[in-house]
Antibody
Framework: QVRLVQSGAEVRKPGSSVKVSCKAS????????INWVRQAPGQGLEWMGG????????NYAQKFQGRVTITTDESTTTVYMELSSLTSEDTAVYYC??????????????WGQGTLVTVSS | DIQMTQSPSSLSASLGDRVTITCQAS??????LNWYQHKPGKAPKLLIY???NLETGVPSRFSGSGSGTDFTFTISSLQPEDIATYFC???????????FGQGTTVEIK
């Protein structure tokens, strides 16, 4: 059973960038999508983007286009999400999550534990 | 982009009550609609996928229905452990993207 394990909490200053990792342990990458979802304090869930690790394509939510980059290291079965030009509104818990079926279908049935990113001067 | 309108934003019900949450899509999404339970400090949990399929291990008091633009999520008999926020989420294929509803917080009356 593949588990998703994320990197630890981060504190950043406004205008800087943060890179969060998501390691798939217990199995190799497949053609299931790995997605990034965040939840800011008091807000709902927000999809940021995703990738199918065995392919090269990435898909990003329009809101984050130009500011988010999702990359993959197949040798370590790790997916990274980098968010730049941080503001206080990016303070949130960031989750990685994989799909139930191949591609982006069937919902997100496996989740990482979440990574708190705090943006503060 | 497809918009999802989820209602109500919160509800209060008694233990054993039937609870219903709705989600409306701004355009036809077939059955590409999933429901999640989210408790504070935990990752969201998939309950229903593709509108009406119960995820493995999820109690049968949870159910989903609908197709096209209108979807319903039901808890047939509210239990104390069901206190959480519930989100619907739609999947669009061209290009692949997800949109979440605004969430419904369920409390005990």
């Amino acid at each position: 059973q593949v588990r998703l394990v994320q990197s630890g909490a981060e504190v950043r200053k406004p205008g800087s960038s943060v890179k969060v990792s998501c390691k798939a342990s217990g199995g190799a990458f497949t053609n299931y999508a790995i997605n990034w979802v965040r939840q800011a304090p008091g807000q709902g869930l927000e999809w940021m983007g995703g990738t199918i690790p065995v392919f090269t394509a990435r898909n990003y939510a329009q809101k984050f286009q130009g500011r988010v980059t999702i990359t993959t290291d197949e040798s370590t079965t790790t997916v990274y999400m980098e968010l730049s030009s941080l503001t206080s509104e990016d303070t949130a818990v960031y989750y990685c999550a994989s799909t139930k079926f191949s591609g982006y279908r069937g919902g997100l049935d496996r989740w990482g534990q979440g990574t708190l990113v705090t943006v503060s001067s | 982009d497809i918009q999802m309108t989820q209602s109500p934003s919160s509800l209060s019900a008694s233990l054993g009550d039937r609870v219903t949450i709705t989600c409306q899509a701004s355009q036809d999404i077939n059955n590409y609609l999933n429901w999640y339970q989210h408790k504070p400090g935990k990752a969201p949990k998939l309950l229903i996928y593709d509108a009406s399929n119960l995820e493995t291990g999820v109690p049968s008091r949870f159910s989903g229905s609908g197709s096209g633009t209108d979807f319903t999520f039901t808890i047939s008999s509210l239990q104390p452990e069901d206190i959480a926020t519930y989100f619907c989420q739609q999947y669009d294929s061209l290009p692949p993207m997800y949109t979440f509803g605004q969430g419904t917080t369920v409390e005990i009356k």
